[in-house]
């Protein structure tokens, strides 16, 4: 079989993998299986393994672009930064097919760096016999630092092959039934001189005795909780040091390479694009800055009135960031602009009379009623009593919203959603920053010279650098150089100056007095930015 009909075949391959797309979301095997499918199928797609996890799982990275793909602005997406949000592996996969099958022109000017799973031992655990949402890798992890590990995990109590929860009837309690939908349990407002009712716990015995249930069975270490920014030491899945992590080690050390990375797209729980960041004053006079700087502040919301404009989507839940957060990094400590969202999330649930049904907004009562509309299968486990050892004499019930099921669609909504967050990112790296050189002048001055005038000229809408960028110095400067030959000087101007920024639609201009004969070069740019020429004859 030659190349043109081997790649012919594969392509083929790949269109009718995406379009009978698996009815479930993919574990490690599939997962890779489809990589390297969509690899095989244009020579504009690399897929690369950058390390293994304690489980032996591939870190897989895709590389989408045209020509020489890292010298050309580029952003990366990444999901599987949350284990119990297999959605987010899925939108990033969705996104690189979306790129090679519908948006292919994009790689002229733009590279993407695509990390589809950086949770793999975790997201195993939607495929596993016992299904629980879990958040650590492989690693063994003594959480409650008694000297034993994996001694109290959960137990399947009801026999129902998932984990939920369980509720203790309990004057001692802090909880109470939310009152719109006794299924959902809620903190007791004790403000209000509300008592609570029961005690909650997940599913499982108090296997070691301490008090505590489930707190030391296959934990691991988290993704989202072993990176630098605000790292949340001596807390259960942090690991014993930040970045102490293979994926996290592998992910960072290969950011850190990119130069022409000027942004960092995540799919996970964290979200500032329905809900943009918002500028804190003391956050950001503190020596290590908690809040988002002002001008990025206001990026973030122009980028997150864009996001909304595009995708439509409304009613986001909070956002879930956390110490260690990636989406959090990526800017705070990696300078980039970082954007976040979820992708998906159940919408407002209605009543009959077409009225938002859950006035306080609890996500749980929202998404069961909305569940409930779509027709949804097993998305709920009633409330059953059972005899628990550990709690004699009390009325002990074992229920809950199953696992996995509020952030992770069925497979039958997930393309929407993947199209509406892909046109988004589309119309994102077109408003990328692209350093120009325009309004070129030159004229003789006598003796042998010659005045050259120029504009550096910012064609996108996105400026050059975020505001953090530019303090932490994570974002190389736009450099303007004059480059001479034989003979040439410069004998005014710098031959060699640097921009800290551009604003989207701004310039600067520059003016030397070149002494010589023949043509000199002028350079301008930034890996992240773009770069631009124009040879000049000298008078």
């Not at 034993?148 to 203790?168: A, C, H």
């Not at 995708?311 to 400590?333: C, R, V």
Request: overall charge negative; proline content about 4%; glycine content about 10%.
């Amino acid at each position: 079989m030659n190349q043109k009909v081997k790649k012919w075949v594969l392509g083929a391959l790949f269109l009718f993998s995406v379009s009978l797309q698996a009815q479930d979301y993919n574990n490690a095997n599939q997962l890779a299986q489809r990589l390297k499918q969509l690899a095989g199928s244009s020579p504009d797609v690399k897929l690369e393994s950058i390390t293994k996890t304690d489980g032996g799982k591939d870190i897989w990275m895709l590389t989408l672009g045209k020509g020489d793909v890292d010298s050309k602005p580029a952003m990366a997406v990444v999901g599987g930064v949350e284990g119990a949000h297999i959605l987010g592996v899925e939108m990033a996969v969705r996104f690189a097919e979306g790129i090679v099958k519908d948006h292919s022109s994009v790689l002229d000017h733009t590279t993407f760096y695509v990390f589809p799973n950086m949770s793999p031992d975790a997201t195993e655990q939607y495929f596993a016999s016992l299904k629980y949402e879990r958040s650590g890798n492989a690693k063994q992890t003594d959480d409650d630092r008694d000297g034993k590990l994996n001694e109290d995990p959960f137990e399947d109590l009801n026999g129902d092959g998932i984990i939920t929860w369980m509720r203790v009837e309990d004057a001692t309690g802090d909880w109470v039934t939310h009152p719109a939908d006794s299924r959902v349990m809620i903190k007791a407002n004790k403000a209000e001189g509300e008592k609570g009712k029961y005690k909650i716990f997940t599913e499982g015995m108090d296997n070691d005795k301490d008090g505590s249930f489930n707190e030391d069975g296959e934990g691991g270490i988290h993704f989202r909780k072993n990176l630098t920014y605000e790292y949340p030491y001596f807390v259960a899945g942090a690991g014993e040091h930040s970045v102490s992590e293979k994926e996290n080690r592998a992910l960072l050390d290969l950011l850190y390479t990119k130069w022409n990375l000027y942004g960092v797209f995540t799919f996970g729980p964290g979200n500032n694009l329905s809900s943009p960041w918002r500028f804190n004053r003391a956050g950001a006079s503190k020596r290590v800055v908690t809040s988002i700087l002002s001008e990025d502040a206001d990026l973030n919301k122009f980028i997150s009135d864009a996001y909304n404009k595009t995708t439509g989507m409304k009613n986001a839940p909070a956002s879930g960031e956390q110490g260690g957060d990636f989406l959090q990094w990526a800017y705070f400590h990696f300078g980039r602009l970082s954007l976040g969202t979820p992708g998906w999330w159940a919408s407002a649930a209605k009543d009959e009379e077409g009225a938002v049904a859950n006035k306080d907004k609890n996500q749980e009562v929202n998404f069961l009623r909305w569940a409930a509309q779509e027709n949804l299968n097993n998305y709920f486990v009633d409330w059953k009593e059972i005899s628990h050892p550990d709690f004699p004499n009390q009325k002990v019930e074992v229920g809950g919203i199953a696992p996995f099921k509020m952030n992770n669609p069925p497979m039958s909504m997930v393309a929407d959603a993947s199209k509406k967050n892909n046109d988004f990112i589309v119309e994102l790296v077109g408003m990328q920053a692209d350093v120009k050189l325009v309004n070129l002048k030159s004229e003789a001055v006598g003796k042998g010279m010659t005045r050259i005038t120029v504009d550096v000229y910012n064609a996108g809408t996105l400026p050059t650098h975020t505001q953090m960028g530019t303090r932490s110095r994570w974002l190389m400067p736009i450099r303007v150089e004059v480059k001479l030959g034989k003979d040439q000087e410069v004998i005014s101007g710098r031959r060699i100056m640097t921009i800290n920024n551009l604003d989207g639609d701004g310039s600067q201009q520059f003016t030397w007095l070149v002494k010589g004969k023949g043509s000199v070069q002028i350079e301008a740019g930034a890996p992240h930015a773009g770069t631009d020429n124009v040879s000049v004859n000298l008078k």
